[in-house]
Nanobody, 125 residues
Framework: QVQLKETGGGSVQAGQSLTLSCTNT????????LGWFRQPPGKDREYLGA????????YYSDSVKGRFTIARDDAKNAMTLQMNSLVPEDTAVYYC??????????????????WGQGTQVTVSS
């Protein structure tokens, strides 16, 4: 069974970068798609983007396209999220999730079967 864990969160200043990792310590991710979400305090969970594990194709929400980059890290059996030019509005708990999803279902959290516990990112001005 897939088991996901997010790492790399922390506190940074506005304008800095941060890279999160989503590591799988369970079964294979072959055939799965993985997504990144975040949840700011008091707000709904927001879809950021996703990765197809088999072919490494990536997908992004318009809100982070060009500023965030998703990639597959084979050495760590992980998906990464590189975040550049961070602003205070990026402050949130960041989650990764996975499942056997079709492309149209990627933005919707309820379609994912496995979730990590989340990692906090705090951006100060």
């Amino acid at each position: 069974q897939v088991q996901l864990k997010e790492t790399g969160g922390g506190s940074v200043q506005a304008g800095q970068s941060l890279t999160l990792s989503c590591t799988n310590t369970g079964g294979t991710l072959r055939g799965f798609r993985l997504g990144w979400f975040r949840q700011p305090p008091g707000k709904d969970r927001e879809y950021l983007g996703a990765l197809s594990w088999n072919d490494r194709r990536t997908y992004y929400s318009d809100s982070v396209k060009g500023r965030f980059t998703i990639a597959r890290d084979d050495a760590k059996n992980a998906m990464t999220l590189q975040m550049n030019s961070l602003v205070p509005e990026d402050t949130a708990v960041y989650y990764c999730a996975t499942g056997r999803l079709i492309l149209s279902s990627l933005p919707y959290a309820s379609n994912y079967n496995y979730w990590g516990q989340g990692t906090q990112v705090t951006v100060s001005s």
